[in-house]
């Protein structure tokens, strides 16, 4: 073997042990891994603004279907995606079990008027939202808890799943086609304020 292909190949032995010493993911501590979330999620679990969802203290398996969801693009966030995308399925796992087990933040909305509130439980009544999102909707397992999330944010995922801009779960889309932009209103207010 000449000098040249001996360095060669140790060149190449070179690159190979470079992922591993690095190991990027896996060497992080799940702090480390979920530092970038704060940013916008919020660093006390209170999001930054009306348009991100409260994640602390959510339903673990819902978390990571949402995260599974946005890295294959079954639902659709220019933000989300590519935070997303790098995620092996551990650690999503591992960061859905974290923020889960954080405490739900208070984001101190006010309670729905009475006949808001009143339209708000004949409509989950009649489509029978408790029946997944359970009493008091806390949710459970893949299905979100709504109780307390932002209004705006609530009003335009169901706005969403209407359209089917948010095409990552159809049942939840015809639910909300069967259910009017008024009735989506009062149901934001009111699950706001839970
Ligand atoms: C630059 C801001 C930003 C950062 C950083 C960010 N997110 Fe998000 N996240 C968003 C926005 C905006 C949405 C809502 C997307 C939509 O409208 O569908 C979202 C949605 C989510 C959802 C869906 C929750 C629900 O109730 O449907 C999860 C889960 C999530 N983010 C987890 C994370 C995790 C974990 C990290 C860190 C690894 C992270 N996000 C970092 C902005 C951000
Ligand atoms: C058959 C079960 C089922 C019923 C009934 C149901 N949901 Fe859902 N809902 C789900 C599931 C599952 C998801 C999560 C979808 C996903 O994986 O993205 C969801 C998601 C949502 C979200 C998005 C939350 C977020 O953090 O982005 C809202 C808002 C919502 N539902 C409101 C309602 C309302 C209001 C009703 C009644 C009018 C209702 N749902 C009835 C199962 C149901």
Not at 43 to 51: F, H, L, Q, V, W
Not at 106 to 123: C, E, F, I, M, Y
Not at 151 to 174: C, I, W
Request: glycine share 10%; aromatic share 6%.
């Amino acid at each position: 073997m000449s000098r040249n292909s001996i360095g060669r190949m140790l060149g190449a032995v070179a690159l190979a042990v470079i992922p591993i010493t690095c190991a990027p993911l896996h060497a992080q501590t799940i702090e480390e891994k979920t530092q970038v979330c704060a940013g916008c999620h919020g660093a006390d679990g209170k999001p930054i603004d009306n348009t991100i969802p409260t994640i602390w203290g959510q339903q673990a398996g819902y978390l990571y279907i949402e995260l599974r969801d946005f890295k294959r693009g079954d639902r659709k966030s220019d933000i989300m995606q590519p935070i997303a995308s790098p995620l092996e399925r551990q650690d999503m796992l591992d960061i859905a079990q974290y923020f889960s087990g954080k405490p739900w933040p208070d984001l101190g909305q006010p309670r729905a008027p009475k006949d808001v509130s009143a339209r708000a439980v004949t409509a989950s009544g009649s489509i029978g939202c408790t029946g997944c999102h359970l009493d008091h909707f806390q949710g459970d397992g893949t299905v979100p808890r709504l109780a307390g999330m932002d209004r705006d944010y609530l009003l335009k995922q169901m706005t969403d799943f209407r359209t089917r801009a948010r095409g990552n779960n159809p049942g939840m889309s015809d639910l909300m086609l069967a259910t009017s932009p008024d009735d989506i209103a009062a149901l934001a207010a009111y699950l706001a304020g839970l």
